[in-house]
């Protein structure tokens, strides 16, 4: 390698082609106050108490507060954005795999394309646009699948030729490009901004909003409220929302309960400046090279590159896990590993060829949270009164729509759309440490995976869940599925034959 290293409300997307490059906004049913959402000072009560200022906490307290619930409070033990939020790469994108996720993404977009308006505090939104990029035929067969699944949602989304693909990336080698997915609206934004914004929003509404304060112990009390002790005091809540990122399994523990939770390394780098990027007309949509396993965007006058290391490479924070995050991390970071990336940068330099020249300015390695299948823990938990915001592998671009989501449901008393996929319970005492450790390795390392209908992936299994015909059923030739930690019949091939496992987008 040749890099150098120095040392320096759910709305249609025709809404968002209003507000695409405008400064106007959409109109808001609440109004901001001057004055109101005093932050400093615990109260002895509170309607709903929100644990962690990341983008997920803060966008919940924006809109519960928004919605007119009158008390409010979130708690921060440190900062706003500590944790996860602060060193988040800001990729925003339309599109989503799982189709019922699509309209947080949607809502999200929507939001952040009028909060700045809303809220005078600018956020970095750069609404530039994606590009997924196939070099294979199986990844045109998946991008074919993913438009016939996508385009009943208002969200545009279409197919280019190599040739459109290098018309909005000049800078692009397209040799082995056989297809791309373009998804217009999508870009990045910057997290603390944006996250800083949310939160003026929400003081603005009503929402008090403490940093400094941390939680130290949840009590439930008979009558189904808790009480939270802080730093500061204590404070009685109707609701408790955990939404304290990777520290949302020890805030579990404190309740008697436990999340499956892993923080996982993730690394990016970022270049100084490349002329031939300067030299540009205008912004490049954020590439997704799939095979390479990498994200890339401009990042001013340079680039930069995200990653997503293969099983076998990827770190996770495992003594975290099994036993507690060190007592004061939250904007600290991994020393960076270089050697681990290599494969993907050598694949980025194929497609980027002017990056090979660049030097690094900056490598960022800090934790995000995975849960073992990627989709976050959001809705109530078990116990009662407790709420789930957890998890997000991609926080930034659901943080608009889980706060809408959550508020909703909280508000109402039902969810205000189907999204059982991110069912807190759809793990149980089954998903132990060893198997969450697995899955979430797995799910990390298969980050851009090809996707294949009725997928099954085999990390971790089996669970406990084994039944007592398990052998006598496989020995019958059954192929087995997994559902909420049991291995069942899928399928049994016929007498004499070996049961397979052979995905294609083409039976």
């Known amino acids: ?53 990341g983008i997920a906490g803060t966008s919940i307290a924006y809109h519960l507060a928004r919605q007119g619930q009158k008390e409010v409070v979130l708690l921060e033990k440190t900062d706003l954005t500590a944790g996860s939020t602060w060193h988040a790469a800001g990729l925003t994108t339309t599109f989503q795999g799982v189709v019922n996720a699509k309209r947080l993404h949607y809502y999200s977009l929507n939001m952040y394309s009028h909060l700045a308006q809303e809220t005078g505090q600018e956020i970095g939104l750069h609404m530039c646009g994606s590009i997924r990029l196939a070099t294979t035929p199986t990844r045109v067969d998946e991008m074919k699948y993913q438009i016939s699944r996508s385009n009943h949602h208002e969200a545009p989304i279409s197919l280019l030729t190599p040739e459109q693909v290098l018309e909005h990336v000049p800078i692009a080698n397209i040799d082995n490009i056989l297809m791309g997915l373009y998804t217009p609206y999508d870009g990045h934004v910057d997290p603390y901004s944006l996250t800083q914004a949310i939160a003026k929003g929400a003081r603005g509404y009503g929402a008090k909003i403490l940093q400094g304060t941390g939680v130290e112990a949840l009590k439930l009390r008979e009558d189904g409220r808790w009480l939270v002790t802080t730093t500061q005091g204590d404070v009685l809540a109707d609701r408790v929302v955990n939404a304290a990122g990777f520290w949302a399994k020890e805030v579990a523990k404190m309740a008697g309960s436990d999340l499956p939770l892993v923080p996982n390394h993730h690394q990016y780098i970022v270049t100084s400046t490349v002329p031939e990027v300067k030299a540009l007309k205008k912004e490049i949509p954020v590439l997704r090279h799939l095979e390479g396993s990498f994200y890339l965007r401009m990042e001013r006058d340079g680039l930069l590159v995200g990653p997503y290391e293969s099983v076998e490479t990827m770190r996770q924070c495992e003594d975290w896990v099994r036993d507690c995050v060190p007592k004061g991390f939250g904007k600290e970071l991994f020393e960076p590993d270089l050697d681990r990336l290599e494969p993907h940068l050598e694949v980025a330099m194929e497609l980027i060829p002017c990056f090979a020249n660049a030097s690094i300015q900056s490598v960022v390695n800090g934790p995000i949270t995975y849960t073992p299948d990627v989709l976050p823990l959001l809705g109530p ?17 659901h943080g608009g729509g889980i706060g809408k989501f959550l508020a909703d449901w909280i508000q109402t008393g039902e969810p205000p759309f189907e999204l059982n996929e991110c069912d807190p319970l759809r ?3 089954w998903a132990t440490d060893d198997y969450v450790l697995a899955k979430a390795r797995e799910s990390y390392g298969m980050n851009n995976a090809v996707t294949f209908p009725h997928e099954e992936r085999f990390a971790g299994r089996p669970t406990c869940r084994v039944s007592g015909a398990h052998e006598l059923m496989e020995k019958r030739g059954a192929r087995m599925h997994f559902h909420s930690g049991w291995e069942q019949p899928a399928w049994f091939c016929p007498s004499g034959g070996k049961p397979e496992y052979q995905p294609s987008f083409r039976r």
């Not at 809404?15 to 106050?33: D, E, F, I, Q, V």
């Open 1 to 53: 390698m040749i890099l150098h290293w120095s040392s320096r409300s759910w709305v249609s997307w025709r809404r968002l082609l209003h507000l695409r490059g405008s400064s106007r906004g959409l109109s808001c049913s609440a109004t901001l106050s001057n004055t109101g959402g005093a932050s400093s000072g615990l109260q002895d009560t509170a309607d709903t108490v929100i644990i962690g200022g």
């Open 381 to 397: 938990d078990i116990l009662p009164n407790m709420w789930l915001a957890a998890g997000f592998g991609y926080g930034i671009v």
């Open 427 to 429: 793990f149980g005492s």
